[in-house]
């Protein structure tokens, strides 16, 4: 080996091991893209833009939002799973996004395994709301127009066979009914919309989805589908009090390309737990909706892989019974 191919080996070595991939002490060391999978101003872009807007004070640098929304959330995060693994883009996840988009192969390549799960920071149960003046104040309004009228009461979700249509055909099965599911795409402000403009009956949606219309006395929650009653909303009842044995919920988590340095990626899960503890977060959240939740990298990991496991056996029966398709 001569001096010169010597010489551009140590050079090449040199910026190596003092590349910020390796040497990580410093990060960040610029602004964050934060990628949004869901249209702007829906439940989930606003409850994250928040989240993001605290977390920068842990940083020290801004987290900036981008919309990149399409294929129920698919679009953006196959975007961040082809971003550069150095931790400068982020982005969130969805129910849909771990369950509806692999399950139904909406996108070709599409594959948790390109991400490394940062953290999940809200989980939400799902709700059934109406508008403040509807004739359906009570789960019993809705189950019995049902019954009189199959296949009229319009229901609102954000896709065939998603987080807030499967729901639904849970409480159809079980309540010997049947709903007209209209699916709006864009997400939650669509839904808010159409259920302020009386273009459909009611909306299955998460609680911080529909919070804004609650806080201005536009909408009721006439159901939560959880175990318990809501603390925000005891005089609230379940499903699961009305017979019906369906819960369910909603989660938001954070995530980066696989292959970010281990130091960035812990940095990361740190400050989204400063950020979830904060309390000028839970009191933002408190106000907004709730959902407090805070699970770590690992956990979230599991909590994925538990939910993928238990949801695709549902949806494989659904298939099976001619409910949805695949």
């Keep these: 080996m001569n001096f010169r191919s010597s010489f551009i080996s140590i050079c090449t070595l040199f910026m190596a091991v003092s590349s910020p991939a390796v040497f990580a002490g410093d990060y960040p060391e610029k602004d964050i893209k934060h990628i949004m999978p869901w249209g702007a101003g829906g439940g989930t872009d606003t409850v994250m833009r928040s989240f993001m807007k605290n977390m920068e004070k842990e940083l020290g640098r801004k987290i900036y939002t981008v919309n990149i929304d399409g294929a129920k959330s698919g679009l953006g995060v196959n975007e961040l799973m082809s971003s550069p693994a150095d931790g400068y883009t982020i982005g969130s996840l969805t129910y849909d996004s771990i369950v509806t988009v692999p399950y139904f192969g909406l996108l070709e390549n599409y594959s948790l395994d390109k991400l490394e799960f940062i953290a999940t920071v809200t989980i939400h149960p799902t709700v059934i709301a109406a508008h403040i003046d509807s004739k359906y104040k ?15 009461v319009k229901v609102s979700n954000v896709g065939f066979g998603g987080v807030w249509h499967l729901p639904m055909v849970d409480l159809e099965q079980q309540a010997g009914v049947k709903f007209d599911h209209i699916a709006f795409a864009g997400g939650s402000g669509e839904q808010r919309e159409a259920l302020l403009k009386r273009e459909t009956d009611l909306a299955c949606m998460s609680l911080g989805g529909i919070f804004p219309l609650i806080k201005a006395d536009k909408a009721r ?15 609230t009842p379940t499903l699961k009090e009305k017979g019906y044995d369906a819960v369910w919920g909603s989660l938001r988590s954070i995530a980066v390309p696989r292959g970010v340095d281990p130091q960035i990626t812990a940095k990361l899960t740190e400050a989204a737990e400063k950020t979830a503890n904060s309390t000028e977060w839970k009191k933002w959240l408190e106000k907004n909706g709730g959902g407090w939740s805070f699970v770590d990298s690992e956990g979230t990991r599991n909590y994925v892989e538990s939910l993928q496991k238990k949801v695709f056996t549902q949806l494989d029966q659904l298939v099976a019974d001619g409910v949805i398709t695949k």
């Design 138 to 152: 009570t789960v019993e309004d809705l189950i019995n127009e049902a019954k009189k009228a199959p296949g009229q």
């Design 221 to 235: 929650i006439i159901a939560v589908m959880s175990d318990d009653r809501l603390a925000e909303y005891p005089d």
